[in-house]
């Protein structure tokens, strides 16, 4: 039996990146991985790289540029009259993306002598794991592992109302691959994925309808932000029905009929194709947690503790199998935290300072508080905000929509959190997540030099606000 001082169950962002971490700090790493790709071969990346954040961003790239074609080129200059769209080369572009950074991994793999174990992996004892690989028809084994880190990700939730057919019903991963522009498109949830997706394929011409059973939008994000989010949103044409429960829906091969209940009454609305975007589920499939007694919560969910240990010894779990938000760079700060903690070190997370992005365009992109949450816990707070309307790189864009908000300890001044909707908020906040790691206040951020012209000028302002000395607003 082969033994190894680390193995790592799934190779997504939380599993591939805890055995690279594992290998460099001297031991020997395995990592189980059982993904096929798209190409019929193995793959690593989990979640992320294959059906995630990887393809959906290639998509809603290679759709912006569409859109700015579309509606914004004109006021540049730019003629664009007569553009067409091939969706099957903007399909095989994003699958060539996924490849590259796929292979990446299993480069990356080979160049710290982590050897992937290709198969499904369940656990035997906390020592032991059988692996079946499924690529080919070889034998089960079994190897021994002095530490496990279990990995095992997230899979879509399907709702009773609305099974996935992989047709005319898909899950997040069919609608990375539609071979087509749906005329008619219906979403399920207005989460992050559901408007994400719903942005590629409205700005690719459907006519997208998202039914959400929520009667507020986007409600764990700071609702200034949320409010004029959803206007923008509804005015680049995504219709946004709120307080909408999804009860039923029926199928033939030409459209799919969506029953739902909204002000009391029960209605009915057709699509060509339905996405079904009602958020994820811990994956412990197959992983053998009842035999080998591991503990699962309610929902599914690994129980671990604040070191992402298991209740089996010398088991760690991390990432989406896992409670905290399902990110993927979630994932990978807690399997480098646990490889280390493995090693005898720290190994440090600061789960109050995890970034979130919504890549709508704008985009959408916070980390701390929101001004609802301070309110709600009765911490005093000052606030300064700053809209991109005011900055001349926003106007050289032509992007104007938006605002930062910064939200500082009224007594302190340490920054509680920041609020960004505006071209570029994916890259802004991480200046916001960097001052708050530093437990740096508003003034620190007023008092430091930001390029010029650059939207960063735009944190800087909010940041000068809070003390109300914003320049050019
Ligand atoms: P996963 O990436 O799910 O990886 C788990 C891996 O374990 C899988 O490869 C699976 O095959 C393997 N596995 C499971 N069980 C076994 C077993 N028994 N044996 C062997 N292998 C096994 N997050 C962001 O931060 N930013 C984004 O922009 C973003 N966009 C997203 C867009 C979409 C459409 C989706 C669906 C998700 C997105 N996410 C995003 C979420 C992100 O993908 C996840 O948070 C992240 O992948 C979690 O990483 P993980 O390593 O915990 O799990
Ligand atoms: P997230 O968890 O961020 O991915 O978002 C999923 C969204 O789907 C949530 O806002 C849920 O309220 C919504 N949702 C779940 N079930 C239904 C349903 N049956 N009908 C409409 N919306 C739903």
Same mark, same amino acid.
Not at 20 to 29: D, M, V
Not at 224 to 247: D, H, M, N, Y
Not at 373 to 385: C, N, P, R
């Given at each position: ?45 989990? $979640? ?31 003629? /664009? ?20 950074? $796929? ?11 982590? &050897?992937?174990?290709? #198969? /499904? ?17 070889? &034998? ?12 095992? %990700? ?11 057919? @992989? ?30 997706? %719903? ?58 009929? =969506? ?9 009915? +609305? ?8 009602? %958020? ?13 007694? !591991? ?15 298991? @209740?089996? &010894?010398?088991?760690?779990?991390? #990432? ?43 985009? +959408? ?17 000052? /606030? ?6 005011? /900055? ?17 300890? *009224? ?6 959190? =920041? ?7 994916? &890259? !802004?906040? *991480? ?19 930001? #390029? ?22």
């Amino acid at each position: 039996m082969k033994e190894f001082d680390v193995v790592v169950i799934g190779g997504g962002p939380g599993g591939y990146v805890a055995a690279i971490r594992a290998a460099q700090l001297g031991f020997s790493t395995a990592c189980i991985e059982r993904w096929i790709g798209e190409d019929g071969n193995p793959a690593l990346g989990g $979640t992320c790289l294959n059906v995630g954040c990887i393809p959906s961003k290639a998509l809603l790239d290679s759709s912006h540029h569409i859109s700015f074609l579309k509606h914004e080129a004109k006021e540049h200059g730019i003629n /664009s009259s007569g553009i067409t769209v091939d969706v099957h080369k903007m399909i095989k572009r994003k699958s060539g993306i996924v490849k590259t950074l $796929t292979q990446g991994i299993s480069g990356l793999f080979k160049k710290n002598n982590i &050897e992937w174990l290709q #198969g /499904s992996g369940k656990l035997i004892t906390n020592t032991q794991i059988e692996i079946t690989p499924i690529h080919n028809k070889a &034998e089960a084994y079994t190897v021994s592992a002095e530490n496990i880190i279990l990995a095992t %990700g997230s899979v879509p939730f399907n709702i009773p109302p609305a099974p996935v057919d @992989n047709d005319m019903i898909v899950d997040s991963t069919g609608a990375l691959k539609f071979t087509g522009v749906p005329r008619r498109l219906g979403i399920i949830g207005a989460g992050v994925i559901g408007l994400e997706l %719903g942005s590629v394929w409205s700005r690719l011409g459907s006519e997208v309808v998202i039914l959400e059973a929520l009667d507020e939008f986007l409600p764990s994000v700071d609702r200034q932000i949320a409010t004029s989010a959803e206007k923008i949103l509804r005015k680049q044409g995504l219709e946004i029905r709120l307080g909408t429960k999804v009860t039923g829906t029926g199928s033939n091969n030409r459209e799919v009929t =969506v029953i739902y209940e909204a002000d009391g009454e029960k209605q009915q +609305i057709s699509f060509d194709k339905l996405i079904v975007a009602v %958020g994820r589920k811990p994956n412990t499939d197959g992983l053998g947690a009842e035999q080998a007694g !591991l503990e699962l919560d309610q929902r599914g969910f690994i129980i671990v503790d604040e070191n992402c240990k298991t @209740n089996l &010894e010398n088991v760690y779990a991390i #990432g989406d199998v896992v409670r905290g938000p399902m990110l993927a760079h979630k994932a990978s700060e807690e399997g480098v935290a646990v490889a280390e903690r493995i090693a005898g070190k720290p190994g440090h997370i600061n789960y109050d300072v995890i970034p979130w992005v919504i890549y709508t365009w704008p985009e +959408i992109a916070w980390v701390g508080k929101t001004e609802q949450a301070l309110k709600q816990e009765g911490i005093e707070y000052q /606030s300064g905000s700053f809209p991109f309307l005011a /900055s001349g790189r926003a106007r050289a864009l032509g992007t104007t929509e938006g605002m930062v908000k910064v939200l500082s300890d *009224a007594r302190t001044d340490r920054i509680l959190g =920041v609020h960004i909707l505006g071209p570029g908020a994916s &890259e !802004l906040i *991480a200046e916001a997540v960097v001052t708050m790691e530093f437990e740096g206040s508003a003034e620190d951020l007023a008092r430091t030099i930001h #390029g010029h012209p650059t939207l960063s000028e735009v944190v800087h302002e909010a940041a000068l606000a809070v003390d109300n000395r914003a320049i050019h607003f």
